[in-house]
């Protein structure tokens, strides 16, 4: 049911209609294109908007959609993030995120719902929760999982204009995977004129973590811009 990927993302527009009153004290308007291999389907490609509001400078709004395909199949992706960081000072934040992956070929659906913590410090961070994942699969009953959810992050340069880092988790914007399916990422972010970010990310795919083996799944690339006012 592909209309039902447009959920998530209005719900995301009627938020912000609802919160004008407050102050924004920031806005993030993302566009990124992807490109995967990996053991299953060898090519896959994507392209995903994601935008973000900052309200008071202690909640946050984020959300995304994502339309992938390969040679055969279609992936349609789209998460709802809300944040709230109560300490000035401390990068302590809670947040609960909505994640929605579906295969319209497959009549496959996933729904995803992660109440998360996070420390995201400007050197290094992490977000820990617990991943509700229901499963549906031709119409039928969803099937109910429960997964730990972890990724961190360090950079390893920070300027003004630079940042330079790695990632490591099974979670992200627009997918929440099982404990053993983590990966690794390196991106690299330039400001490079007033607002406007360029930003390049490659990743490495494992599966596998049983007797402290590991499976070379993939690798991906993603580049976009960013662009904050």
Not at 176 to 190: E, P, R
Request: net charge negative; aromatic share 18%; with cysteine.
């Amino acid at each position: 049911m592909i209309y039902k990927c447009w959920i998530v993302p209005a719900v995301f527009l009627l938020s912000i209609i609802n919160i004008f009153s407050l102050e924004i004290t920031e806005r993030d308007l993302e566009a990124y294109i992807r490109g995967e291999y990996n053991r299953s389907s060898n090519y896959y490609g994507e392209i995903s908007i994601v935008g973000a509001l900052e309200l008071q400078n202690h909640f946050k709004i984020r959300g995304g959609f994502a339309y992938g395909k390969n040679m055969h199949n279609t992936d349609i992706n789209s998460f709802i993030n809300t944040k709230y960081s109560p300490f000035s000072g401390i990068p302590l934040g809670f947040s609960v995120s909505y994640i929605y992956n579906s295969f319209p070929e497959y009549s496959t659906h996933t729904h995803s719902l992660l109440p998360l913590i996070s420390f995201n410090g400007e050197r290094a961070g992490i977000t820990a929760g617990v991943n509700f994942r229901f499963t549906s699969f031709f119409y039928e009953s969803p099937i109910l999982e429960t997964i730990l959810s972890l990724h961190t992050y360090f950079n390893f340069i920070i300027t003004d204009t630079l940042r330079i880092g790695m990632g490591f988790g099974n979670i992200s914007d627009f997918m929440a995977k099982n404990l053993s399916a983590y990966s690794v990422s390196f991106y690299v972010s330039i400001l490079f004129f007033e607002n406007w970010s360029l930003i390049n990310e490659v990743e490495f795919m494992q599966s596998g973590g049983d007797g402290l083996s590991t499976t070379f799944y993939g690798f991906s690339w993603r580049g976009g811009v960013k662009f904050s006012w």
